[in-house]
């Protein structure tokens, strides 16, 4: 538990039981003095009000478990004591309408610290929610380099690949023009040594006897 929940502890203790002390002496006091009494009274009661309201901030920052419903049932009890021992006073006239507001006060109070926790939380989950959505954004953006880095070396091999196929086909005419080229001196080679054997064999046959 922090040191500052302690201490706001310490403090409701103090002014509770300053409030039970003075309701006692309330009950033989004088008028003036009851007058005197009352005022200090009610102003300890908003006093640990606004303590409570500190300490159950505190507890919801620390997140931990709060015993202010307590705290706030025992003051209860001690604003009814106060009331009933103003009550059977005799010279001392109460403000009916004040006790009877301290419960839709204290659920007001109780609401608004609600409503001051929800606004909180909404408000974490928009800087959340934000930083989600500039992270996508880079992340995106990231992604789209990539794409545009893989489109432009998938256009470099498509290129390459044209290069390497226009050189294949000159290299296949190459080919076929060597080839044709060869046949054609075979078919001269040929021809050549068609004659020379069909004039060896007219030689032979004009200086046989």
Do not use: C, H
């Not at 309701?23 to 102003?43: C, F, H, M, P, Y």
């Not at 408000?123 to 789209?144: F, R």
């Amino acid at each position: 538990m922090s040191t500052l929940i302690q201490s706001y502890e310490q403090q409701y203790s103090v002014l509770t039981a300053d409030i039970t002390a003075k309701i006692g002496r309330l009950k033989s006091a004088t008028d003036d003095d009851r007058d005197n009494l009352s005022r200090e009274i009610q102003s300890n009661f908003e006093e640990a009000n606004d303590l409570l309201e500190q300490l159950e901030l505190e507890y919801r920052g620390a997140g931990s478990g709060s015993r202010v419903g307590a705290y706030r049932a025992e003051l209860q009890r001690v604003r009814e004591e106060y009331r009933s021992v103003a009550s059977n006073s005799a010279t001392y006239n109460i403000d009916q309408e004040e006790y009877e507001d301290w419960s839709m006060v204290n659920d007001q109070r109780r609401k608004l610290l609600d409503n001051t926790e929800r606004l909180e939380r909404s408000g974490k989950n928009l800087a959340e929610g934000y930083k989600v959505l500039l992270e996508t954004e880079q992340i995106g953006a990231a992604v789209l380099q990539d794409l545009n880095a893989q489109r432009e070396t998938i256009q470099r091999s498509r290129g390459r690949l044209r290069e390497t196929d226009a050189q294949l086909n000159r290299s296949s005419r190459l080919m076929n023009s060597m080839l044709m080229r060869l046949l054609r001196e075979r078919a001269v080679l040929a021809l050549l040594l068609l004659a020379l054997l069909a004039l060896g064999a007219g030689a032979l046959y004009a200086y046989a006897p």
